[in-house]
């Protein structure tokens, strides 16, 4: 079945650096990759849509400038948490959809950031 | 009101019961999406219907379309079915459901 890596897993970084996070799609290619963000005992939230070559569509509150997404490849969505504050601190979690026009998400695992 | 909708809220058994988590959503689908999500938070995707059951091990999904309607089984429940179980619908996105504590005692 289709699968989503996600890296790195967990990560802890000072205040003020940035942090990049992965999404690969391991034996499919994903036109369209999603990005959530998850704050403790809350739902998941999508955050922004990217399309493989073309810019990211953010959700209304989210910061376009802070979160940088990049989906050069079919294979691979980036999302780079810039200038983290502890406020960043969250679940960040990917999915993806295989193919022009698919259906069925498949989930990366996830990832814990943490910003001291 | 939400979209997705799971009861209850927060479960906790004893080892060895039947466990029924509940999903209802009031939007159309193509297909809904039972995630665990454990306590360090990482998500592993359990299942994906659109219509009938899946089972997997002791776990079964089930989905009536008509009734806009998903249950969550666990059989012979175990401490380590201790998580976050998610409801996640899809129509044009992905839509989630605030998701159930299940909490399984020895």
């Known amino acids: 079945g289709a699968v989503v890596s996600q890296h790195p897993s967990w990560v802890i970084c000072k205040s003020g650096t940035s942090v990049k996070i992965e999404c690969r799609s391991l034996d499919f290619q994903a036109t369209t990759m999603f990005w959530y963000r998850q704050f403790p005992k809350q739902s998941l939230m999508l955050m922004a849509t990217?399309?493989?070559?073309?810019?990211?569509?953010?959700e209304q509150g989210v910061e376009k400038d802070k979160f940088l997404i990049n989906h050069a490849s079919l294979t691979l969505s980036t999302l780079t948490v810039t200038s983290a504050h502890p406020e960043d601190s969250s679940f960040y979690i990917c999915?993806?959809?295989?193919?022009?026009?698919?259906?069925?998400?498949?989930f990366g695992s996830g990832t814990r950031l943490t910003v001291v | 009101k939400n979209e997705v909708e799971q009861s209850p809220q927060n479960l906790t058994a004893q080892e060895g019961e039947f466990i029924t988590i509940n999903c209802s959503y009031s939007v159309g689908i193509s297909a809904l999406h039972w995630l665990q999500q454990h306590p360090g938070g990482g998500i592993v995707s359990l299942f994906m219907l659109s219509s009938g059951k899946k089972k997997h091990g002791r776990l079964i999904a089930t989905i009536n379309i008509q009734e806009k309607h998903s249950s969550l089984h666990i059989t012979a429940s175990h401490p380590r079915d201790s998580a976050v179980y998610i409801c996640a619908v899809e129509n044009n996105d992905m839509r989630f459901g605030a998701g159930t504590r299940l909490t399984v005692k020895p």
């Open positions: 999915s993806a959809i295989q193919g022009v026009g698919g259906m069925g998400y498949t």
């Open positions: 990217s399309n493989e070559g073309s810019k990211a569509t953010y």
